[in-house]
């Protein structure tokens, strides 16, 4: 059964603190994300990585930073948290699909963790 | 500015009534387009996508590229389909690119169905 593992589902920090979410996937998936997700905004992608050491901002990366030194996990680090990144993050990995020629492109399912719910006082 | 609209926050429909959640997007090319959804207490899950033309859970949607739309259906919702539902493209990619599958997500529509 596919697994994407976050290691904490409820975290409390202080404004200041430095945060670390772990993500652990046992699929062997090249690609691994971080959203946000907050009510009426939906899911934002923070950062992505497609390879180990390999890592991409995505459209709300400032505040953050992430790690990827093995393929199967993938860090999300609040270097000072703040309280505006109050929030519900999910983790999720996926397997490339490649095009050649004429060939429809199919982009591979995300699997989702059960989401790590933070809140900086 | 690529970007996907899902303009209902809130909707409700009572059990045995049609159901439809919009969806717009703003890409150019043709994106590969995916409804995920979050039952209450679950992790967001894949519910289809608009290449495999299946219909999941009683669920279709069909893309309509004149009007850029990917509308997800059902003629009679039950209690069960209560849910957050995401529409999310994936970017139109040019043959011999790799798709990374990152995709854009909604803003989520939350389905009520009642008895």
């Known amino acids: 059964d596919v697994k994407v593992t976050q290691s904490s589902r409820y975290l409390v920090k202080r404004t200041g603190e430095k945060v670390f979410l772990e993500c652990v996937q046992d699929?062997?998936?090249?690609?691994m994300f971080w959203y946000r997700q907050d009510p009426g905004l939906g899911l934002r992608l923070i950062y992505f990585?497609?390879?180990?050491?390999?890592?991409e901002k995505g459209d709300i990366p400032e505040g953050y930073s992430v790690s990827r030194e093995k393929k199967e996990r993938f860090s999300l680090i609040l270097e000072s948290a703040s309280t505006n990144q109050t929030s519900m993050y999910l983790c999720a990995s996926s397997s490339p699909r490649f095009a050649s020629g004429r060939q429809p492109i199919v982009a591979g399912e995300l699997f989702f963790g059960e989401g790590s719910r933070l809140t900086v006082l | 500015a690529q970007r996907v609209t899902q303009p209902e926050k809130l909707l409700s429909v009572f059990k045995g009534a049609p159901v439809e959640l919009k969806c717009n997007y703003s890409?150019?090319?043709?994106?590969?387009l995916f409804w995920y959804v979050q039952y209450s207490r679950q992790r967001l899950q894949l519910l289809l996508r608009?290449?495999s033309r299946e219909s999941i859970k009683g669920f279709t949607a069909d893309l309509n590229k004149g009007e850029t739309s990917f509308h997800l259906k059902k003629p009679f919702a039950q209690e069960e389909d209560s849910a957050m539902y995401y529409c999310?493209?994936?970017?139109?990619?040019?043959?011999?690119?790799?798709?990374?599958?990152?995709?854009?997500f909604g803003q989520g529509t939350i389905l009520t169905v009642h008895p």
């Open positions: 999310a493209p994936n970017r139109p990619l040019n043959a011999g690119g790799t798709s990374y599958g990152k995709l854009t």
């Open positions: 990585s497609y390879d180990v050491k390999m890592k």
């Open positions: 608009h290449i």
């Open positions: 890409y150019s090319g043709s994106p590969e």
């Open positions: 699929m062997d998936h090249e690609n």
